[in-house]
């Protein structure tokens, strides 16, 4: 029974992502543009308006995840080290997530924001301005102008979020923001060192533009659960 949900869950995403490529536009750019405003626009919904699309959406992604997890460490010669591995680096995040929801939305609204103007921002400003980079043994694309440029956007979105809060603390927020923004990059760098390993490009191929689901989450792995542990130990700030 549980399986045949979970492949029916599976079917209804994949052909979902397969209407969704033929209305995108053919250039990469414009594909990862129109992906990314149609996950922002779900994701926004499901936060403030529907708990039960939020539940819904997080077990698809849990599911997902893990079969592209399976797919990439399907080569690996100590198979069971590497699921273990991949059931901490899934559902630590993924518990998080549903712990900061039940919390408060704003709180979780906020990590997003942090996450998608960090990613937005390196990828616009590493292209533009080029330069040193970050880490090329590991993934060639990221430079050290990104990772900055991702850090004072995200400056500047903790700013913006300090407003959310009843007690908001704007200071609090920029440095905590541009930390995150910080150790959002490092998931990142995280996943691809163990994409490297197994010589993976993507960890699937559902978001036109993207990848794989698991590609458009990797910052997630870190950041989301010391949201979780600071919305705990600092709810003063928040409330």
């Not at 149609?38 to 995840?65: D, G, K, P, Q, R």
Request: glycine letters at 6%; charged letters at 15%; aromatic letters at 12%.
């Amino acid at each position: 029974m549980i399986k045949e949900i979970i492949n029916k869950i599976l079917q209804i995403t994949t052909v979902f992502c397969d209407k969704i490529k033929i209305i995108l536009p053919k250039s990469n750019l414009g594909q990862r543009t129109t992906s990314a405003i149609i996950l922002l626009i779900l994701t926004i919904y499901a936060i403030y308006f529907s708990e039960s699309l939020f539940s819904l959406l997080l077990i698809a992604v849990t599911i997902i995840i893990t079969f592209e997890w399976l797919d990439i460490i399907k080569e690996a010669k100590n198979t069971n080290k590497w699921r273990l591995i991949g059931f901490f680096y899934i559902s630590i995040p993924i518990w998080s997530i549903a712990q900061i929801r039940a919390i408060d939305p704003n709180i979780l609204l906020w990590m997003f924001f942090v996450i998608w103007a960090t990613d937005i921002s390196a990828y616009f400003i590493g292209k533009s301005f080029k330069g040193p980079k970050l880490m090329p043994q590991i993934s060639p694309n990221k430079t050290w102008s990104g990772l900055i440029g991702g850090v004072i956007s995200s400056g500047i979105i903790g700013f913006m979020s300090s407003f959310l809060f009843a007690n908001g603390d704007i200071v609090f927020f920029i440095i905590i923001s541009m930390i995150l923004a910080c150790l959002e990059q490092a998931g990142d760098l995280i996943e691809s060192k163990i994409k490297r390993i197994f010589n993976v490009k993507d960890s699937g191929s559902l978001i036109p533009g993207h990848g794989g689901i698991l590609d458009r989450i990797d910052g997630i792995t870190l950041v989301a659960p010391i949201v979780l542990i600071l919305s705990t130990l600092f709810s003063y700030k928040f409330y």
